[in-house]
């Protein structure tokens, strides 16, 4: 039967779809571990003389021989990071509403951020998410660290080596902002103060130079910022209920605008990339640190990669293309913004608005489905703004854009219950041509036509769905604000699995009741699938997100009601 065939059809297309998925989290995982343990057995088998692909490139500025420093306009490319970051220098600690962090007194290093608001686990409310971090040890060596400076041609100036001196060892936000001041002067006299800017409320963090030219001659300085870190999927522990999320570097600019340039990208060639507007960030499933340079100045965005340290690190910056000149006993001031926070879209369009940047919700990534996905994240916040609670929000959701989609469902579910009202017939005629498949088909095709039932009635409204539904997946998946979102009884944090398997099994259950409303197939193999398909998925939903599986409860238990008072209406129950 033709409906049968369309149904399973669809079934097999989200099947492979969340199959598909896995594949890639998967094969993500096996590269970045087989690239982690090659490049340490190379290490362990070369020669103590270095090679020369393995001598960094000394750059052209004068003073400027220190590693991991983006060349300036007119060098040809950034130079090779030639060893890792290290722990050396003094952490200055900073306490605000929603961080704490540390800066390193080496190079002025923003090196480690907390978020409070966003605790690792449900279980330890006290402990917030690392999102920056810095190796510890030998043994720990992730690391994920926002790094800035300056660069010229002309003398030496404070890039993210630079040892700076500091006012106090700790800083706690008391009024709207908090201010970090780290000092530096050259041996010339010109005086550099590094200051961080905190705000209450915000995930913003403002980096300013303040340059007081006390020289007799005059300067030229081109700023430069940079996100760096390894690729923790080498050793996250990885396994089939890891969620699918990109997990590495991206840029926007006027012309090509969102791109991701993941670790991959970044090993074949370094990243040049010259724009008026645009912006670095390193992205993870739900959490983002972007660098958003002011617009309007010629910028160069680019990556560099380390091998020289127990693991590759990435770095993905920008570096301005525009000098910035103080004349003898001239001072001004360089300022750049650094986002590190969760992907709250009311705070990436709040800095979209304000600083007139474009792009920054991207990172919230919904891939080729984001004109779906938006607007129905869009109705999904206005939703929870009214009930307050993410769970009833996904509830209402659902509840709404069944609604919407009634006219095609009560479509397809009539055609359904006219299939199932000729199934006795088709049997009859099954047994009656056994042995002649053709004349059994034409036979069928007769019925249909005698009974106004067109076989493939109920396959385009489900087909036209299947985006829609594909895209809420991809909200549900990827919006930190159902992080640990809680709902109700023990379902706490709607972004994790059932710990009790509960929803995913409910979901099956109501799989196979909705199937026993659909004609049964009269192909016995197509039987057999249909029968194993709410096992299937069943086991499959055990590793999902309890929101997603919650929205695909209730959307099978309408699908049962509406398609139960449409066979009761078609006599077909």
């Given at each position: 039967?033709?409906?049968?065939?369309?149904?399973?059809?669809?079934?097999?297309?989200?099947?492979?779809?969340?199959?598909?998925?896995?594949?890639?989290?998967?094969?993500?995982?096996?590269?970045?571990?087989?690239?982690?343990?090659?490049?340490?057995?190379?290490?362990?088998?070369?020669?103590?003389?270095?090679?020369?692909?393995?001598?960094?490139?000394?750059?052209?500025?004068?003073?400027?021989?220190?590693?991991?420093?983006?060349?300036?306009?007119?060098?040809?490319?950034?130079?090779?990071?030639?060893?890792?970051?290290?722990?050396?220098?003094?952490?200055?600690?900073?306490?605000?509403?929603?961080?704490?962090?540390?800066?390193?007194?080496?190079?002025?290093?923003?090196?480690?951020?907390?978020?409070?608001?966003?605790?690792?686990?449900?279980?330890?409310?006290?402990?917030?998410?690392?999102?920056?971090?810095?190796?510890?040890?030998?043994?720990?060596?992730?690391?994920?660290?926002?790094?800035?400076?300056?660069?010229?041609?002309?003398?030496?100036?404070?890039?993210?080596?630079?040892?700076?001196?500091?006012?106090?060892?700790?800083?706690?936000?008391?009024?709207?902002?908090?201010?970090?001041?780290?000092?530096?002067?050259?041996?010339?006299?010109?005086?550099?103060?590094?200051?961080?800017?905190?705000h209450r409320d915000s995930y913003v963090v403002d980096v300013t130079y303040t340059i007081k030219n006390e020289s007799?001659?005059?300067?030229?300085?081109?700023?430069?910022?940079?996100?760096?870190?390894?690729?923790?999927?080498?050793?996250?522990?990885?396994?089939?209920?890891?969620?699918?999320?990109?997990?590495?570097?991206?840029?926007?600019?006027?012309?090509?605008?969102?791109?991701?340039?993941?670790?991959?990208?970044?090993?074949?060639?370094?990243?040049?990339?010259?724009?008026?507007?645009?912006?670095?960030?390193?992205?993870?499933?739900?959490?983002?640190?972007?660098?958003?340079?002011?617009?309007?100045?010629?910028?160069?965005?680019?990556?560099?990669?380390?091998?020289?340290?127990?693991?590759?690190?990435?770095?993905?910056?920008?570096?301005?293309?525009?000098?910035?000149?103080?004349?003898?006993?001239?001072?001004?001031?360089?300022?750049?913004?650094?986002?590190?926070?969760?992907?709250?879209?009311?705070?990436?369009?709040?800095?979209?608005?304000?600083?007139?940047?474009?792009?920054?919700?991207?990172?919230?990534?919904?891939?080729?489905?984001?004109?779906?996905?938006?607007?129905?994240?869009?109705?999904?916040?206005?939703?929870?703004?009214?009930?307050?609670?993410?769970?009833?929000?996904?509830?209402?959701?659902?509840?709404?854009?069944?609604?919407?989609f009634y006219p095609l469902s009560a479509a397809s579910y009539k055609s359904m219950a006219a299939m199932k009202r000729?199934?006795?017939?088709?049997?009859?005629?099954?047994?009656?041509?056994?042995?002649?498949?053709?004349?059994?088909?034409?036979?069928?095709?007769?019925?249909?036509?005698?009974?106004?039932?067109?076989?493939?009635?109920?396959?385009?409204?489900?087909?036209?769905?299947?985006?829609?539904?594909?895209?809420?997946?991809?909200?549900?998946?990827?919006?930190?604000?159902?992080?640990?979102?809680?709902?109700?009884?023990?379902?706490?944090?709607?972004?994790?699995?059932?710990?009790?398997?509960?929803?995913?099994?409910?979901?099956?259950?109501?799989?196979?009741?909705?199937?026993?409303?659909?004609p049964a197939p009269v192909d016995p193999m197509q039987q057999k699938i249909m029968m194993f398909m709410p096992l299937?998925?069943?086991?499959?939903?055990?590793?999902?997100?309890?929101?997603?599986?919650?929205?695909?409860?209730?959307?099978?238990?309408?699908?049962?009601?509406?398609?139960?008072?449409?066979?009761?209406?078609?006599?077909?129950?």
């Amino acid at each position: 039967m033709e409906i049968q065939k369309n149904i399973l059809i669809v079934a097999v297309v989200v099947l492979s779809f969340i199959l598909y998925q896995r594949w890639q989290e998967f094969q993500q995982e096996y590269a970045a571990e087989h690239l982690v343990n090659t490049e340490y057995v190379e290490r362990e088998n070369s020669s103590v003389v270095p090679q020369a692909a393995d001598i960094p490139e000394v750059s052209e500025l004068s003073g400027q021989e220190e590693s991991g420093l983006p060349s300036t306009p007119e060098a040809t490319q950034p130079n090779v990071v030639d060893e890792p970051l290290s722990s050396a220098g003094r952490f200055i600690e900073i306490t605000t509403d929603l961080v704490r962090a540390k800066i390193n007194t080496v190079g002025g290093t923003l090196a480690y951020l907390e978020l409070i608001e966003e605790p690792e686990t449900v279980e330890q409310p006290d402990i917030g998410y690392k999102l920056l971090k810095t190796p510890t040890s030998a043994s720990t060596q992730d690391q994920f660290v926002a790094q800035s400076g300056l660069i010229g041609r002309d003398g030496t100036y404070p890039n993210h080596h630079t040892v700076f001196s500091a006012e106090r060892e700790a800083y706690q936000l008391n009024d709207e902002l908090l201010r970090v001041p780290l000092n530096w002067t050259d041996e010339r006299g010109v005086q550099y103060i590094k200051e961080f800017v905190f705000h209450r409320d915000s995930y913003v963090v403002d980096v300013t130079y303040t340059i007081k030219n006390e020289s007799t001659e005059q300067i030229s300085v081109y700023p430069y910022a940079q996100l760096s870190r390894t690729d923790p999927s080498s050793n996250s522990g990885g396994g089939f209920g890891r969620l699918p999320s990109y997990l590495g570097g991206v840029i926007y600019t006027d012309d090509e605008k969102y791109q991701k340039v993941d670790f991959g990208d970044m090993d074949d060639a370094n990243l040049t990339v010259q724009t008026p507007n645009g912006w670095v960030a390193m992205i993870e499933h739900y959490f983002v640190a972007a660098w958003l340079p002011q617009r309007g100045q010629p910028k160069e965005l680019y990556s560099l990669v380390s091998n020289t340290g127990p693991r590759p690190v990435y770095s993905i910056g920008y570096k301005s293309l525009e000098a910035t000149r103080l004349s003898a006993g001239q001072s001004g001031t360089i300022a750049s913004m650094l986002y590190a926070g969760p992907k709250e879209q009311y705070r990436l369009r709040a800095i979209e608005e304000g600083m007139s940047q474009e792009g920054l919700k991207l990172t919230v990534d919904y891939g080729w489905l984001t004109v779906v996905a938006s607007p129905l994240f869009w109705l999904l916040e206005k939703i929870h703004g009214a009930v307050g609670n993410w769970g009833w929000a996904i509830i209402f959701l659902t509840i709404l854009i069944k609604a919407l989609f009634y006219p095609l469902s009560a479509a397809s579910y009539k055609s359904m219950a006219a299939m199932k009202r000729l199934q006795p017939r088709m049997a009859t005629l099954k047994e009656r041509y056994a042995d002649d498949k053709q004349k059994f088909q034409a036979a069928m095709m007769e019925l249909y036509k005698a009974e106004k039932v067109n076989p493939a009635g109920g396959c385009l409204p489900i087909l036209i769905q299947i985006p829609v539904f594909l895209a809420l997946y991809w909200v549900l998946l990827e919006s930190v604000e159902l992080r640990q979102a809680d709902f109700a009884l023990w379902w706490n944090d709607l972004s994790s699995p059932d710990p009790y398997y509960v929803l995913p099994v409910l979901m099956g259950a109501s799989m196979f009741f909705q199937q026993k409303l659909n004609p049964a197939p009269v192909d016995p193999m197509q039987q057999k699938i249909m029968m194993f398909m709410p096992l299937v998925l069943t086991f499959l939903f055990l590793s999902f997100p309890q929101g997603l599986v919650l929205y695909w409860v209730v959307n099978n238990c309408l699908s049962i009601a509406q398609q139960w008072l449409i066979n009761k209406r078609a006599g077909a129950t």
